[in-house]
T-cell receptor, first 110, second 115 residues
Framework: SQQGEEDPQALSIQEGENATMNCSYKTSINNLQWYRQNSGRGLVHLILIRSNEREKHSGRLRVTLDTSKKSSSLLITASRAADTASYFC??????????FGAGTRLTVKP | NAGVTQTPKFQVLKTGQSMTLQCAQDMNHEYMSWYRQDPGMGLRLIHY???????DQGEVPNGYNVSRSTTEDFPLRLLSAAPSQTSVYFC??????????????FGPGTRLTVL
């Protein structure tokens, strides 16, 4: 079964707006990673947040982690049409395997 | 660095045929893994390896074999292809930080169709 569950499944916004995607998981983790996948392509790493961290920034990306709620959020600020992609969270649960969620499909309209 | 490379990019098999998907990385990563991605779903782990000579099963290992004779290569073998194995296959590699898996680098994927 999948560890991470993204919410929403799909999100459509206008260019310039912020996009927020959420990820919930079930077990304790070492870290949580967010990836982006453009249609028909491989996955690209965006950001990694460790279990002892609460927030991380990278450019227009902001990730939060709440281990008490077993949830994370990815915020993309000032979105661009080029941000259109699927976004996945993945968890490293100290079991040597990574578990991915089903993803959020983000569409940014110009 | 070429990063993670996969071959072939596309493959069509008939039910019962066998084949090997190739994966190689030139980053000296200890951890390598194979995932499959089905339409509308996330990635599911098939097999993984934490170093040369060590492999283990992931979430959906049935029908697949792997080996890790070198750090660089991690081939995935389909023993007897079935239509249920129609999917896109991704190979990934990463460093290990103790017992923790660091950022994964993904190959471009192999699109497999089993008729």
């Amino acid at each position: 079964s999948q560890q991470g569950e993204e919410d929403p499944q799909a999100l459509s916004i206008q260019e310039g707006e912020n996009a927020t995607m959420n990820c919930s998981y079930k077990t304790s983790i070492n870290n949580l990673q967010w990836y982006r996948q453009n249609s028909g392509r491989g996955l690209v790493h965006l950001i990694l947040i460790r279990s002892n961290e609460r927030e991380k920034h990278s450019g227009r990306l902001r990730v939060t982690l709440d281990t008490s709620k077993k949830s994370s959020s990815l915020l993309i600020t000032a979105s661009r049409a080029a941000d259109t992609a699927s976004y996945f969270c993945a968890t490293d649960d100290n079991n040597n395997d990574m578990r991915f969620g089903a993803g959020t499909r983000l569409t940014v309209k110009p | 660095n070429a990063g993670v490379t996969q071959t072939p990019k596309f493959q069509v098999l008939k039910t019962g045929q066998s084949m090997t998907l190739q994966c190689a990385q030139d980053m000296n990563h200890e951890y390598m893994s194979w995932y499959r991605q089905d339409p509308g779903m996330g990635l599911r782990l098939i097999h993984y390896s934490v170093g040369a000579g060590i492999t283990d099963q992931g979430e959906v290992p049935n029908g697949y074999n792997v080996s890790r004779s070198t750090t660089e290569d991690f081939p995935l073998r389909l023993l007897s292809a079935a239509p249920s194995q129609t999917s896109v296959y991704f190979c990934a590699s990463s460093q290990r930080l103790g017992q923790e898996t660091d950022t994964q680098y993904f190959g471009p994927g192999t699109r497999l169709t089993v008729l």
